[in-house]
């Protein structure tokens, strides 16, 4: 098709210079299966990137196409505010089933408007209207979305430097790690909580990631979360615990604070939540803190239908039984044996993440982009994360067969190799 | 199928108090198309909210299915972050020629997280950064989303009460009307402006509606619009046109502003831009304020590729003739007879709106309410709006056959009918 | 003594570029009495500015000048934090004695930091605390002080624009007459408080002062000011009017609002309370909005005693019978004829103001300046007011003998007159 | 006299309850001389709490005394706005002479209201002017005052309360010992600063007290403080030393900072400045940062001259020469001796402070307190501070004679031995 060609133009006179993954990317893709995408050269991919942890289930999984294929083809409501439909009912039938019965959590589910920072801005809203307090804590590092509300609790500067107006009413304190491993961070939050002359207000809620994507696959120990949610029992904050890019099984299990004993009063997941990569934004909130009145925190896309429809087939099919659980897990230790090669090459590399949200901190943000320029050279989609963009990351769709897997893995090593080469040479 | 009757206890179990349409509209739709939706139970209705305003070109459109089948079946790319893909590059394409080059706008194009709420955050980011200034002028009863930067401009008192925290850099001024039609109040926005102590900051930017749909259907005329539009151009601030609700054909063209001789700096879009009801925002900006860094407003669903297939169809079929144009106009003569027989039974109520943007001030929510109310148990879906809910409003698809409409419209005289005879009788 | 012909370098070279008075009255003052000033070269001139109305008792006044030094002498107590001492005690009993109860007055005295804004700032957090509600209204160019707080309520844009920071929490509406003589600005005003979409949250406040000092000596009518406090009693707002320059008898009566039969919620005081030109504020608050806890608002100089023994006399000398106010009123008119004069002379110029608060707008921020500039030149201290300094404003003594005030006054009008003749001439 | 005896009617009568240390010394002084207060009832307290520092060289010293009535009585002038006075001209010279200079300082002078908290907003103000940032860093347990931007970054939760409205554009940061002898926190703030995902904005400044007052006497080191001046130094940021209670000599030399090889952008000075206990407030700031223009932060009694006088005989008196630094030096180890023995009377307690700004923590609010109480029954006025007025703190003047001293030490010892065998009895 000749258009196929000619798109390139379009988009440098006509679409903003917001954009972004295009120009890392720099082709026009067109078809996507699995873990693979097609550009409209013909040109296949394998994609290490799965939408930033939202197609945790690969590209047009065949059974969620077909049961959106049949939702469509039988004029099934596509747009429906937030009326009752069907497939709503059908998804929270099956969430409540496969997710929440299992871990005795009885939480209720709260749709927002389709996007990560609108689950995030929900929560914030939720916890203050529920506890009559503004301060929310948030982390170094943590990053939550760019609307004002969700970008006050976030740390990148570059995105916070976009809002042209103050970002207020978020005490941030150092994350798990931040000040070396001699000091429990937690100890100071602790100090600050005790002490009335603290200069902290008192908590509407503590929000964090249990593994920060954007701020550069930082793991939190369980104990250190252990530490978080009981201070905020104690302190009369609730505890959020933003999953948008750590759930649904990015970690190894749906949500990646299982087994650590604790239940966040309020959890928010977007990105892979739909399984199909459809926009779609979820609030899983205790009944207790269920405060939000009748369309208070309101929104055109609250439901969208055609992500009931996936959502409820991913639902079904990867999280009613443990098999996903077990290809994670030995996923992961491939991508952990193939990381630890590439930090091998390059002194002082080391690991970071967990489950199969890993990286590896090469020292640079310079060194991490050549390398995951080399590998989209050689047919690879990979990202780098971090406060410098100095860890590449891995963020392959849960599902990719573990052949392809290896493939990919092989391109990034061949992509280190070469750049470091270089890089030795050219610094002999 | 059973779990069609059996869905309602899941939603009472399981879903957040902050549902809101499905209260009053107490059933569960499953299908729906054109200008109707039907309920499990086969019972069909007639839809005069259209997703409120979200669905302009009503409930799956055959040739945006067919399209969006085939998209699917052929493993077209559904999330692609915002990446280059085939189907954005036929979006801009068909967006430059039949809505840009007709208008002369040199307007790029800014993908945003699929809300209206996010497109108006981007707008009112772009404005503060591209200006160096914070505060923003939006106007009593206006509405531009809930999350905490679009909060901070939206007028209801319900919604703001929400944030459970302050709502700030924003200054707020009557809106055209709103201090009667003696006044004109660009002359207070004006007095404001040029003098240095009157207590407002130099604004980043005027944000308004041209016709007000959450506040009440009120329509500022263009003279209105005019003035303020050079008052922004005078002092240095962007002029926002928030057309997520009257954009998109609403008004009677695709701009709501069209023929008013402004061009606006930024103008936001939502709800109907996908044309199907899918999750889809767009931000047009003038070049010169094209400011946002590469991510630097991000979001993982910054690009529904479903919905620039659709949006792409949406055009191509409704704006590159005048036949829509025509079929507005001669419908929203339709319902201006509508509801002017429904203000005749009502002593001091009086139309507002615009286009097929109408309504009828009954003067009481409860009136208006109870309206509705019959109006559904009569087969009609229709809503209420203003700052009390004392509109009656009509926010039928632009498509809806003329027939359709007036059937819709007889049940809805009807219903006011059967109400103010009980409410006469009851005051007798 | 040679130190006094030596002073002007060390201000060149030591004081901060912030000041400001000494920039139009270049010299170097030594003594003061009555309504006279004398600089180190021995020359006298008459001060029709009285410390921008914290001299309204004139220059070291031989009753309180007396009480202090016996104060001074004896060892009184010269700084006491808010211990209670003898004469904070004797002020209360007389400032109770001949201001509050012939008034009915039940207002507690709280004592605040030694300046407007402090008692300003005061006035704020008890409106915010006592009712629960975080937003205050205050007027186009309101003038409460410059500490943040305070700051986000004054409308003057120079000094906003010095805050480096958004100032927030504040509702910013149209004084009287700001829309022109046919708008009653507080009809704007209800509109928005009995409107739930309007975008003006509950206020804790609302607050004004009776005639704008800084803001261009606006007096605001009693029937507005009536108007505007029923609003505030109706809609749970306290009423707090800013007194601090416009009180202690510079309208005619100790209070500015005396006669006009309103009780406010608060009182702000400072500038002349003291009587002495020394720094005291003051906080009169009704006894349910003493609110604040022990100490909740502190200083370290909240109840400078030496102010405590002036203010006492200042009550007992002018305000025990009526004679002062028999004087204002004659003064005041001596006023009023010498600005029509002036007035005559300047095509649009019209007076302002009320009571001894009183001036002359000629048009032009630069005119004014080269009056007062003139005035200076020939023995008179005088200054302007307004957005644009526009305004030549007279405060002089309220007891400057009738002699001088003409005296001053006829310095002014030939300022005046030379001023404008040269305009004429440099026109032609 | 009979009024003496009637003034406790009418504290309670009309005296907000805002007011505090009467409440702890409930009786009614009268006179004041050297390091002792007398009630009206003849009785006469040593005086341990100077006014909070506000009284370092005593009450009434006889020199300040004699120039003061010398001033009074020749009419000199008592309110000159910011005009230029021989008397502040004398003053700013005697301080080049004596502070400055020696020092080699080049600050300039700025005068701005007369409390501290004004002194805390200005210089916040220039910080944000100069920098064109907003954030400002500020320390747990910091106090800094309690108007909206001063109070922003003041730490104790009680003073915070009092807002009622969002305290923001301040980061807080854990002081020097806040996490333990073995976490430097000025790493923290290194790691912050250097990390552009930090979540912390680009500071305009860090403002600290050396030795926080109201906080607990908590005394820095040398080290972190150089620390934190080189971070300031390196990240932008402009120091700012809040002087207000440690300086004047109350560590020992003038400033606090005097000897650590610093030289702060900004120091606040406001209490023992005027050397009387009149109010007055000085912003020192360097020529490079004195960017506020003419009145831009304004205020009526940016000049008291009353203070001028007094400050400008306690500079000449007191630091034209070493004898003061060695007294304080003496009678700071008077203090150490005598705390000591009291913190062997209470398990786990422990010294503070540095110089005669000196306390010990007896680990409660409660036995603090009962302390204080049983001092004043045996005429002792002392006072507690911290976070939970956990800390007896003794800021006796500095000019205090050595018996005096020695005397009120004891009636303190014996008031501590009183209260903990008390404990004891009960305990067993």
Known sequence: MSTKTSHMPIFKRRESNARSYCRGF??????ASGAEMTDTAGRTYIDFLAGCSSLNYGHNDPDMKTALIEHISGDGVTHGLDMHTEAKGAFIETFEEHVLRPRAMDHKLMFV????????????????????RTNIIAFTNGFHGVTQGALAATGNGYHRGGAGTALNDVTRLPY????????????????MLEDPSSGMDAPAAIL?????????????SA?????????ARKHGALLIIDDIQAGCGRTGSFFS?????????????AKSVSGFGLPMGLVLVRPEHDVMGPAEHNGTFRGNTHAFVTARVAIEKFWSDERLKADIERRASLIEDGLRTIAGMVPGAYLKGRGMMRGVDVGSGELAGEICAHAFDKGLIVETSGSDDEVVKILAPLTIPDALLEKGLNVLIDAAQSVTSQTTIAAE
């Open 176 to 191: 798990d790690g931040y000040m070396g491993t001699d000091v429990d961070t937690s100890d100071l939050l602790r100090a």
């Open 113 to 132: 408007g389709p996007t990560g920072a609108n689950a995030v801005e929900a929560a914030m809203k939720i916890a203050r209207k529920s506890t009559g």
């Open 208 to 220: 964090l990631e249990t593994v920060q994507g954007e701020g550069g696959l930082n793991a939190a």
């Open 26 to 31: 720099d082709t026009v893709f067109s078809t």
């Open 223 to 231: 104990d250190w979360i252990t530490s978080i949610a009981k201070l």
């Open 257 to 269: 604070f299982d087994d650590m004993g604790i239940t966040p009063d309020i959890v928010t997941l």
